[in-house]
């Protein structure tokens, strides 16, 4: 029974983890391109997200990954013959990259408060696109283990998440140059 209490309390820090680490990197992004907006704006919005971040990060995202983290270590005492499988090797190491991204977010967090971030929003987009790559592959290793397709399926599920990763850049980018151009028309108009 207890490897099912384990099981679930893992999905649930799986999941608020991953929200957390998705919607602390969105932040960033409007944080940075808060400083584009006129005074006295950025200094207001640089006080709200950096409370937000805070917040996020030490009330939702930590808490996911601690809850995630010593859940798979109930599993894997339940489990025990799962230390010796090959894809479960794999998935660990997926999740150690995981967790280097989450504390990565936490250092550029601290960035953005002492204003030392480098990153720009398109930047930021893109990075916000590690964790889903990462989701994908270990759902699959942990759903299929060691008989994980390699056939067509797979890469078409590849395929679209990449597809789904490039058409938000893409998206992102025709909305940074549709508000450049109003604001060049608005300049012109004055």
Partial sequence: MGYFWFKAFHIIGVVVWFAGLFYLVRLFIYHVEAKDEPDPAPAILKKQYELMEKRLLNIITTPGMIVT???????????????????????????????????????????????????????????NEAPTLLLVAI???????????????????????????????????????DREKLSLEANAES
């Fill in 139 to 177: 759902v699959l290793l942990a759903v299929f283990k060691n008989n994980l397709p390699t056939d067509l399926t797979v890469w078409l599920i590849f395929g679209l998440v990449i597809f789904m990763a490039a058409t938000i850049q893409l998206y992102a980018k025709k909305r940074r140059r």
């Fill in 69 to 127: 983290v010593v859940c798979a270590i109930g599993l894997l005492v339940t489990q025990p013959e799962w230390i010796h499988q090959g894809w479960l090797h794999a998935k660990l190491a997926l999740v150690g990259a995981l967790i280097g991204y989450h504390f990565y977010c936490i250092r550029l967090m601290k960035q953005l408060h002492t204003d030392t971030c480098q990153w720009s929003g398109q930047q930021l987009r893109a990075l």
